[in-house]
């Protein structure tokens, strides 16, 4: 019997995130991308959660809060964590923070929307994130986390 040949160790596929509550914004997070990037989004678009008039959705989730306590609550939640920890940013576009949250669906955390994966690639080359990215880049200049 011969053993089976040695499987090589797979890279993982997650975008490496740090996240830091920052001083000087409120419900703004610091990412450090594996490339040693940062970004600043909100924590909101982090979370995948949308402001729909007044309501607030969790499309992780498909969860919706009327009120602005029990969303920032369900953000921490372990069950939140763990659905948002399945849908990793795709590494395919590490400097996006795309996330598929279906088949059919992706949403960006940069522009905080959701976009159909069939158009992907034209929200991506797209003004209008790459103006949202470039502010993300340049927040990250500007905000030092808290200590
Ligand atoms: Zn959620
Ligand atoms: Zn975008």
Known sequence: MSLPPLRRLKKSNMTKISVFPLAH???HMILTLK??????VSSDSFHCVLTISNTF????????????????K???????????????????????????L?????????????????????HLSGEGHSTELNKAKKRSFNYKPLQ
């Not at 490339?35 to 600043?40: E, I, M, N, Y």
Request: aromatic share 6%; proline share 4%; net charge positive.
């Open 74 to 100: 369900h953000k921490t939640t372990e069950l939140h964590k763990k659905r948002l920890a399945l849908k990793p940013n795709l590494e395919e576009f590490p400097e996006d923070l795309i996330r598929q």
């Open 35 to 40: 490339s040693g990037k940062k970004l600043v």
């Open 57 to 72: 959705k969790c499309l992780i989730c498909e969860a919706e809060f009327k009120c602005y306590s029990s969303k920032e």
């Open 25 to 27: 914004l409120d419900q």
């Open 102 to 122: 279906d088949a059919e669906t992706c949403y960006c955390s940069i522009c905080n929307v959701v976009i159909p994966t069939h158009s992907l690639m034209r």
